[in-house]
């Protein structure tokens, strides 16, 4: 499964940005979650959502602010960003997993995007 994301950019702090995620087929039975990267770090989970888009789950660092959705119709799996601090400043990342339950952890993901840069100044 091919995926491709974007919507990255070069905001101010307080701002808001939409990623979207993008595959060529239908995300029946993955789960899609979003981590990102930034330099010099780990790459760390951000955001994930079921298959059905029932339950979605939130890094503490992002609760509150970041909001992950589907629109099944478009293959597109959208990340809304809002409030938008330089500590969110980072490459981010796409992925689908299918594994049962919730899944955090980087290395359960079966196919990643190529990551959009997000730039946060202050």
């Known amino acids: 499964v091919q995926l491709q994301a974007s919507g990255g950019g070069l905001v101010q702090a307080g701002e808001s940005l939409r990623l979207s995620c993008s595959a060529e087929r239908p995300f029946i039975s993955y789960d899609v979650g979003w981590f990102r990267q930034a330099p010099g770090k780990e790459r760390e989970f951000v955001a994930h959502?079921?298959?059905?888009?029932?339950?979605?789950t939130y890094a503490d660092s992002v609760k509150g602010r970041f909001a992950i959705s589907k629109d099944a119709a478009k293959n597109t799996v959208y990340l809304q960003m809002n409030n938008l601090e330089p500590e969110d400043t980072a490459i981010y990342y796409c992925a689908l997993e299918n594994k049962v339950g919730i899944t955090t952890t980087a290395a359960e993901y079966r196919y990643w995007g190529q990551g959009t840069q997000v730039t946060v100044s202050s």
């Open positions: 959502i079921i298959w059905s888009g029932l339950t979605k």
